[in-house]
């Protein structure tokens, strides 16, 4: 049985269709209810026509796309930034597994030089490193893919 | 900017003047939100939730703010500030000083309320979408509207705009 207490789910559209025909049909015969939705309809079309008369800044658009380029560059150079640092790491580290053979033209220049420890952080866990093998033995090199769960994630998405 | 996040730039700045009710803010705000939507869009599922899923980040990134910063939530600015209009809305018979009125008693509304009746009001959005946006519940969302709904019409006796399209309630 439809009656006035449906009211304020009519008006915010929440009445399932069956029961919002029965309140149409409502309205026809109660005219405080009628009076009632055609105050909300004046409050809503007085709200809707203010915010649309509120204008969006010139420019806007053009901050946001430069901004969020701004910011993807930045991202980009950082993780090119991890990615050399893990070379370096790990050339450092091989150095001191494989020495190379001594020379000794350097040798008699007496110049030492002790590896360095490099600590390299990603930003994120989403990171593989994957070891390539190389032909001499002082050069590693290492694949580094980023956010690579969720590159699978989509992959299997679109399987 | 994804075209499709950036179709809705003009509903996020909107939505953002509300809920800080300063220019300057609301632009910050909606750039960082669609940075933030841009970063994360792969969790972007349903394009067709997208204003939904723009509106709440939105309202996440401005609560964490206050939160953050311990900011005292938006009030209303002056009648008078309110800016010049490119392009009156046709459906509504009401001059500007009547619009700044509205909108500024909506702004003095308190956060939650004002929040629900605009996103019902001016965005259209159902009541379950409003408590997604809102972080709450559809009763409690109801609830605040009805409220709201009944502030608004003691604020604004006099104004009194027709409707280009009776009987559709929403």
Known sequence: ?159 | VSDRLEEWLPQVYRFARRLTADADAAEDLAQETLLRAWRHRSRLRDQGSARVWLFRIAANLWRDGLRRKRLPTAHAGPVDDVPDSPRPPERCAVGREDLARALAALDRLPPRQRDVLYLLACEGLSIAEIATVLRTSPAAAKASLSVARKKLREQLPDLDPEPDQPGQPR
Not at chain 1, 23 to 51: S, T
Not at chain 1, 70 to 88: F, K, P, Q
Not at chain 1, 114 to 121: D, I, N, S
């Open chain 1, 1 to 159: 049985m439809i009656a006035c207490t449906d009211l304020d789910d009519y008006l915010i559209g929440d009445l399932p269709d069956d029961r919002r025909r029965q309140f149409d049909v409502h309205l026809l015969v109660c005219p405080g209810c009628r009076e009632a939705v055609h105050e909300h309809e004046r409050l809503i079309a007085l709200l809707r026509a203010a915010a649309e008369s509120e204008p969006i800044p010139p420019g806007f658009a053009d901050r946001v796309r430069s901004r969020v380029r701004r910011r993807r560059r930045m991202r980009l150079g950082a993780l090119a930034g991890t990615v050399a640092a893990a070379a370096a790491f790990v050339w450092v580290h091989n150095r001191r597994l494989n020495p190379p053979l001594p020379d000794r033209a350097a040798d008699d220049r007496a110049v030492a030089v002790t590896p360095a420890e490099v600590r390299v952080t990603f930003p994120g866990s989403n990171v593989l490193a994957v070891r390539e093998p190389a032909a001499s033995p002082g050069m590693t090199f290492v694949w580094v893919y980023p956010n690579l769960s969720q590159e699978l994630h989509k992959s299997r998405n679109r399987r």
